[in-house]
């Protein structure tokens, strides 16, 4: 059987350290093996586990926290006889006449084995106390101190009575006394202090500190958690298809604490969730009551593929990007793979500028999830600095900003059913892919506070221009052009990207995209001409709804300037269309009416617009030659 490390140092370290600092998971459940270290007893909190470890082991064990003073919860005996010991060895007025009044008054006051915090006045008072005890003792003794991370304010600026208390607790793990049993093994008494992180203390107490040892107490993993499960076999799993919900089960709890996996038990022993299937219960826990947008995708949607009415020109990459999402929506993505919590999809969008690659991944978020607002959009050029990874993933504890979270992890808490879109990808800092990797690997990333945020049910897309351009001699040259063909076009851009990661030492992350790096072409002369039909008749619709004023054409030939227009500026894609469409019929436009003082419920009727052929002068501002039809 495969015990957790943390286990095995505690048995390990217990034999020649003083003082062991227990930080990491320590809010939770931990597995109580046999003797024999072949089955598991039961789960415990981390109390009653370091009693019934050191019980076994022939110590008395009390503990402390500035709440409940000293207590011992699981026997309450044990705790008379450590101070009745220590009284015998350290000698203080007030503390014997308050310890006696307890005893004498024990079943009148509390039955759990607490003592009032009178008995320690205030937790620098409880340090001499522990440090005197562990110091003089006998008796093998334990000391546990919980909620050790709440003692200090700011353990760069300690007060004299707090660094006091720690001086006290140096003191003691330096020279706590050894015992010599009848059985011949040697036991040192033990202070065990419990805290969040390790840097809840000052450094001074452990670095460097040979009769301290830290122990990080990790998240139980896929043994633990299936040890939990044969614990409570019947809570969890019907009798049907026993082996699936099994390996269901182990992997869809990937990162939980045993309390969540507790959690779940109770939802599933409670019905919370109609259908009764586990997978169902374990997304209840992780995301709440939340309707599953996945499930409410109706299936014309997807059929009649409207997002080619969006998106002009890109037929291939909106049929491959479609073939993904209807991967997605039946439950097969990822199951190839031992991860079932992997990301519901991801699209890695390549090619020229202005092609529609953001515009795209807009558009499938208003197809999924019924609102544009739903793609979740991160410009990585704000991300190109080594410590960026902070401001998405979280700064780590004690650094400026830990309290706020990271920007990903908080907007994936607060939208988990999301399309997160990372735009222009390649100008990240390389350090944020090694979490991009963890993400697309398990669909899961903790936090900078430590909180696990899951991503297995968002769809992934990143944007890119790699393979557009090739550094020559430290200038960048363009490698592809409007002449090529698809194919071709297809083939450089993708060698580009290949060879950017493996030149960063990344190759890994083309694993995790497989062949959903979708290539977009050019924007071709007749895509170009829907793309400025289409905004001219955006731009006259929002003008209507704004001011009541129709906008009319006198005829083609003003359409067809502008589309001749439009045909010199292909190479920046859509984005020149648009950037056409401003400068030689938006501009004039507003020019004209704010001119003419063109009021609610009029019709401009455009005739011409000048400026627009090549013999005009450059100078020339464009101008629109139009009637107006008064009220």
């Known amino acids: 059987m495969k015990i957790p490390k943390w286990i095995r140092e505690i048995e390990c370290f217990?034999?020649?350290?003083?003082c062991l600092i227990l930080e990491g998971n320590i809010y939770d459940e931990y597995p109580m093996f046999n003797e024999e270290k072949t089955d598991c007893d039961d789960f415990y909190d981390l109390n009653t586990y370091i009693y019934e470890y050191y019980k076994k082991s022939g110590y008395s064990i009390c503990y402390y926290d500035m709440i409940n003073g000293f207590y011992n919860k699981q026997r309450q005996a044990e705790l008379m006889d450590v101070f009745d010991n220590m009284l015998n060895q350290y000698s203080d007025d007030a503390f014997e006449e308050q310890y006696n009044e307890y005893k004498t008054n024990q079943d009148e006051k509390r039955t759990?084995?607490?003592?009032?915090?009178a008995i320690a006045i205030n937790y620098l008072d409880a340090s001499e106390i522990i440090k005197t005890t562990l110091i003089e003792s006998e008796k093998p003794t334990v000391f546990c101190v919980n909620y050790a991370s709440?003692?200090?304010?700011?353990?760069?600026?300690?007060?004299?009575?707090?660094?006091?208390?720690?001086?006290?607790?140096?003191?003691a793990s330096m020279n706590a006394k050894s015992n010599y049993g009848n059985d011949g093994i040697t036991r040192q008494n033990i202070l065990i202090l419990i805290v969040d992180k390790i840097n809840d203390i000052p450094t001074w107490f452990y670095l460097d500190n040979p009769y301290v040892k830290n122990i990080m107490i990790t998240l139980p993993d896929k043994h633990i958690r299936k040890l939990y499960?044969?614990?409570?076999?019947?809570y969890f799993i019907d009798d049907e298809e026993n082996e699936k919900n099994i390996q269901q089960f182990i992997e869809m709890t990937d990162g939980m604490?045993?309390?969540?996996?507790r959690g779940i038990r109770e939802f599933k022993r409670l019905k919370e969730v109609e259908s009764g299937q586990l997978s169902d219960v374990i997304s209840l826990y992780k995301y709440g009551i939340k309707e599953n947008p996945w499930d409410d995708i109706e299936r014309e949607k997807l059929e009649n593929n409207k997002i080619k009415d969006r998106i002009k020109g890109q037929d291939v990459a909106v049929e491959k990007s479609i073939s993904i999402i209807k991967r997605a929506?039946?439950?097969?993505?990822?199951?190839q793979h031992s991860s079932a919590s992997k990301p519901k999809g991801i699209l890695f969008f390549a090619g020229p500028t202005g092609t529609g690659k953001t515009e795209l991944a807009k558009a499938i978020a208003e197809l999924l999830f019924g609102d544009e607002s739903a793609c979740r959009r991160f410009d990585m050029s704000e991300y190109s600095e080594s410590h960026s990874a902070q401001k998405l993933f979280g700064a780590p504890p004690g650094y400026v900003g830990y309290e706020a979270g990271g920007q990903l992890t908080n907007t994936i808490k607060e939208h988990p059913f999301s399309l997160l879109l990372f735009d222009e990808v390649e100008k990240a800092s390389p350090t944020i892919w090694d979490k991009f990797l963890q993400i697309l690997e398990d669909g899961r990333m903790t936090d900078g506070q430590g909180n696990t945020v899951y991503f297995s049910e968002c769809l992934i897309v990143f944007t890119s221009n790699l393979g557009i351009y090739q550094d020559v001699g430290g200038v960048k040259k363009r490698v592809v052009d409007m002449n090529m063909s698809y194919n071709e076009l297809n083939k450089v851009v993708t060698k580009g990207i290949q060879d950017y990661f493996f030149s960063k030492g990344k190759p890994e992350v083309l694993n995790r995209i497989g062949k959903n790096l979708i290539v977009f072409n050019f924007i071709q002369p007749d895509a170009a001409k829907e793309i400025l039909l289409s905004q001219i008749n955006k731009i006259c619709k929002a003008i209507y709804s704004m001011k009541k004023i129709s906008i009319k054409f006198g005829n083609d030939a003003v359409k067809e300037k502008l589309y001749k227009k439009v045909l010199t500026n292909l190479e920046e894609g859509g984005r020149g269309v648009g950037n056409i469409v401003e400068e030689y019929f938006t501009t004039p436009l507003s020019t004209y009416v704010f001119d003419n003082r063109v009021e609610n419920g009029q019709t401009i009727t455009i005739e011409d617009i000048t400026g627009l052929n090549s013999e005009e002068s450059e100078l020339e501002m464009p101008r629109i030659i139009a009637s107006l039809e008064r009220i």
């Open 14 to 18: 217990s034999k020649i350290k003083s």
């Open 112 to 117: 759990d084995g607490q003592i009032a915090n």
């Open 150 to 171: 709440r003692i200090l304010t700011e353990p760069s600026h300690m007060s004299e009575q707090e660094r006091a208390v720690f001086s006290n607790y140096l003191y």
């Open 229 to 234: 499960l044969d614990c409570y076999y019947d």
């Open 257 to 261: 604490k045993i309390l969540d996996l």
């Open 329 to 335: 929506k039946t439950g097969f993505s990822g199951l």
